[in-house]
């Protein structure tokens, strides 16, 4: 059997707030294979975002063992930790995090530059054509709406074809058309590219495509997904 794509053991996250350490994570045990796509539900507040954030390496666990590809990331610094997530996954936040003096066109061609692809340009016009955007290419950030910018930013995402692909709510500002264009996109990344997904997701269509749904209540797994986890 091979060693799954992401590995959580015991995984924490506590964070300080105003009126002392908020748990916001208490002890999250999954393994996630690789071509496995997963759907992460729950409340709003449940800690699907943080969780999200732990298995990017953007938020450092607390306490336990977060391993993705292989690579335990509560053992790297920073500059590593940027390097191993530029080579390997593809991250899409909840609010976009689209650089606002960049084009669509160049949100989407940095990463591959980064990546030293020789025709990061015109692989990024075809990327935000497949999102539908080909006319809107040359926009700022400020000038797409809300759905539009989710759009670039998971064009940007997948460019690459990260080998884990992590996205939040990709689905949740758009309209059913764009929603199923987008569902398509995310799931060839799989097919073709043999890509894992973790989408954190209240979209029943999109958690119904998924092989496995996890659950989160008051950052824990929900009981029903305690045993799938062993
Ligand atoms: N930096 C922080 N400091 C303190 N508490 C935080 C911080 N970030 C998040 N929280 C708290 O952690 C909990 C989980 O937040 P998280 O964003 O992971 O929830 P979520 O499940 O993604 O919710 P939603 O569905 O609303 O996006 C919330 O109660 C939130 O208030
Ligand atoms: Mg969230």
């Not at 996954?89 to 609010?95: A, K, L, N, Y």
């Not at 058309?177 to 997904?197: E, P, Q, V, W, Y």
Request: with cysteine; aromatic share 4%.
């Amino acid at each position: 059997m091979t060693d799954p794509v992401l590995s959580l053991t015991d995984a924490r996250l506590t964070l300080p707030g105003n009126a002392g350490p908020v748990e916001i994570l208490r002890g999250i045990t999954l393994n996630i294979q690789r071509g496995e796509t997963v759907g992460l539900v729950g409340p709003s507040g449940s800690g699907k975002s943080s969780l999200l954030m732990l298995m990017a390496g953007l938020e450092r666990a607390t306490g336990g063992q977060v391993r993705a590809l292989g690579q335990d990331l509560t053992a790297l610094d920073e500059d590593a930790l940027a390097r191993f997530r530029r080579g390997n996954m593809g991250v899409v936040f909840q609010s976009f995090h689209l650089i606002p003096t960049m084009t669509a066109l160049e949100n989407v061609a940095i990463p591959l530059e980064l990546a030293g692809a020789p025709d990061a340009f015109p692989r990024a016009e075809a990327e935000l054509a497949a999102v539908g955007l080909a006319h809107r290419i040359d926009h700022y950030p400020s000038q797409l709406s809300g759905g539009e910018q989710q759009r670039v930013a998971l064009a940007r995402a997948a460019a690459p074809r990260p080998a884990l692909f992590l996205a939040d709510e990709p689905t949740g500002n758009l309209d059913a058309t764009n929603g199923a264009a987008i569902m398509d996109l995310l799931f060839s990344l799989r097919d073709r590219h043999g890509a894992t997904l973790v989408l954190v997701t209240h979209d029943a269509d999109l958690a119904r495509r998924c092989d496995r749904i996890i659950r989160l209540a008051d950052g824990r797994l929900a009981t029903a997904d305690l045993k799938a986890a062993e």
